[in-house]
């Protein structure tokens, strides 16, 4: 299943969408923090007949990166709903995000009509200590993946060659990581990097780190059907996830309707691409 690649108008510009699949109900899909649409790939071909899926490239990543600033996740939330608009009514609509892309789901929703809010891995406020430098935090949680988006490297090959033995992909590689890889390279063939902008990375990650309140009350305000899909491990493959059981609980015990999912063996990054939890999320994405 190819995607047919499109654009929408967005304030500032225009904005990279893929449509993959051609049936009539839709999932409009968010991508993560340094990501680009190509990460929804592997759940897209396993879809049911009669569904499609939709991604965009959020401002600042992928073909929509000279998108202008300022960022933040209530742009891409503005940005979302707008290419949400331009597939049909929200109300047949599932709206799916993962990681960052969660966060932008839940503020999407909010207060909205969508047939079914799903949220991969994230979506749920992070706990930060009192105090905290919100860039301390961030270098601490990503910053493998922002020093990734200030090298370069010699081809194309060579970035393959980098994600695979990134400790989410070692053991767990595929066709569909390798599209993901190869649609975010840019560049000259001497000096490939990332298409993601460090600048809008960084702004995403402190409001996201700094705005728990107003991400609770999105979560709060959903008055779609919500469910969370979590990976037991988290960005480097450790033991700990993105959204650990505690954080969860705490969120069930407050949002009652909230179905919650632990998505067996498989990591942050893994539970889009593994083809064996591609094939869950699809499921529970159509269900």
């Given at each position: 299943?190819?995607?047919?690649?499109?654009?929408?108008?967005?304030?500032g510009g225009t904005m990279r969408v893929a449509r993959f699949g051609t049936g009539p109900r839709v999932i409009v899909a968010v991508h993560g923090i340094t990501a680009s649409l190509m990460s929804w790939s592997g759940v897209a071909r396993r879809l049911p007949a009669g569904w499609s899926?939709?991604?965009?490239?959020?401002?600042?990543?992928?073909?929509?990166?000279?998108?202008?600033?300022?960022?933040?996740?209530?742009?891409?939330?503005?940005?979302?709903?707008?290419?949400?608009?331009?597939?049909?009514?929200?109300?047949?609509?599932?709206?799916?995000?993962?990681?960052?892309?969660?966060?932008?789901?839940?503020?999407?929703?909010?207060?909205?009509?969508?047939?079914?809010?799903?949220?991969?891995?994230?979506?749920?406020?992070?706990?930060?200590?009192?105090?905290?430098?919100?860039?301390?935090?961030?270098?601490?949680?990503?910053?493998?993946?922002?020093?990734?988006?200030?090298?370069?490297?010699?081809?194309?090959?060579?970035?393959?060659?980098?994600?695979?033995?990134?400790?989410?992909?070692?053991?767990?590689?595929?066709?569909?990581?390798?599209?993901?890889?190869?649609?975010?390279?840019?560049?000259?063939?001497?000096?490939?990097?990332?298409?993601?902008?460090?600048?809008?990375?960084?702004?995403?990650?402190?409001?996201?780190?700094?705005?728990?309140?107003?991400?609770?009350?999105?979560?709060?305000?959903?008055?779609?059907?919500?469910?969370?899909?979590?990976?037991?491990?988290?960005?480097?493959?450790?033991?700990?996830?993105?959204?650990?059981?505690?954080?969860?609980?705490?969120?069930?015990?407050?949002?009652?309707?909230?179905?919650?999912?632990?998505?067996?063996?498989?990591?942050?990054?893994?539970?889009?691409?593994?083809?064996?939890?591609?094939?869950?999320?699809?499921?529970?994405?159509?269900?």
């Amino acid at each position: 299943m190819n995607p047919v690649f499109g654009d929408v108008e967005v304030p500032g510009g225009t904005m990279r969408v893929a449509r993959f699949g051609t049936g009539p109900r839709v999932i409009v899909a968010v991508h993560g923090i340094t990501a680009s649409l190509m990460s929804w790939s592997g759940v897209a071909r396993r879809l049911p007949a009669g569904w499609s899926l939709v991604a965009m490239d959020l401002r600042g990543r992928g073909h929509s990166a000279g998108l202008p600033g300022p960022y933040g996740l209530p742009r891409h939330a503005e940005d979302v709903n707008l290419v949400a608009r331009s597939v049909g009514a929200e109300s047949d609509i599932v709206l799916a995000g993962h990681s960052m892309g969660a966060y932008v789901t839940a503020l999407a929703a909010a207060g909205r009509d969508y047939a079914r809010v799903v949220l991969i891995d994230g979506g749920l406020p992070m706990p930060t200590p009192a105090g905290a430098d919100p860039d301390a935090v961030l270098e601490a949680t990503l910053g493998p993946a922002i020093e990734r988006l200030r090298r370069t490297f010699p081809g194309a090959d060579a970035y393959v060659d980098f994600f695979r033995a990134h400790p989410a992909f070692a053991d767990a590689w595929n066709e569909a990581a390798e599209e993901y890889v190869r649609y975010d390279a840019s560049g000259p063939e001497d000096a490939v990097r990332s298409r993601a902008r460090e600048e809008a990375v960084r702004q995403d990650g402190r409001w996201m780190l700094t705005q728990g309140e107003a991400i609770g009350a999105a979560l709060h305000a959903i008055a779609s059907p919500l469910s969370l899909l979590r990976a037991p491990r988290g960005l480097l493959n450790q033991p700990v996830g993105m959204m650990p059981d505690e954080l969860a609980a705490v969120w069930t015990a407050r949002l009652p309707a909230l179905e919650d999912e632990v998505v067996d063996d498989c990591n942050h990054y893994t539970i889009l691409f593994d083809d064996r939890c591609a094939a869950l999320l699809a499921d529970r994405l159509t269900r």
